[in-house]
């Protein structure tokens, strides 16, 4: 059995503010972010079953808005990310997709620190302000 996909969705990024009707059963959990360190957004994420992964990619591109914004899912093999109306796959560990990946979202005038993809694997919100460390005690 294939490993489930995570999506990371903006919900500011979608036509109407609202993730597709047919989408929504998949919901897991929402939480506030800080976008770019300026901008205060609702991320909802979804549990993705692997065999829905390419269709709920395509879903997320056609209701993701023109410009600015993309969702993406990943599993610990594969990324899809989903520009409008445009879907990229990136394997892990593959630094031509992830340029690639960079080269289109550009088309969309998505700033490229908005697009660390390589280091979301390991990271959610690779963009996120620092935060300092917590002193032991």
């Known amino acids: 059995m294939s490993e489930p996909l995570r999506a990371v969705v903006i919900t ?3 036509e109407g503010g609202q993730l597709p009707e047919a989408l ?3 919901e897991s959990h929402r939480y506030p972010h800080l976008l770019d360190e300026r901008t205060q957004v609702e991320i909802v994420e979804l549990a993705v079953p692997a065999a829905q ?4 990619a395509l879903a997320l591109a056609g209701a993701v808005l023109p410009r600015l914004y993309y969702a993406h899912l990943l599993d610990s ?3 899809l990310v989903a520009f409008p ?3 990229v796959r990136i394997g892990r560990d593959d630094a031509a997709a992830v340029e690639r990946a960079q080269s289109i979202g550009a088309l969309f005038d998505i ?4 697009m660390r993809f390589a280091e979301m694997w390991d990271t959610d ?3 996120a302000p620092a935060r300092p460390e917590t002193p032991a005690r």
């Open 12 to 14: 500011e990024s979608l």
């Open 53 to 56: 992964g390419a269709a709920v």
């Open 24 to 26: 929504r059963p998949l």
């Open 77 to 79: 093999r594969q990324m």
């Open 111 to 114: 700033p490229t620190g908005q």
């Open 85 to 87: 109306d445009t879907v």
């Open 125 to 127: 919100h690779p963009d």
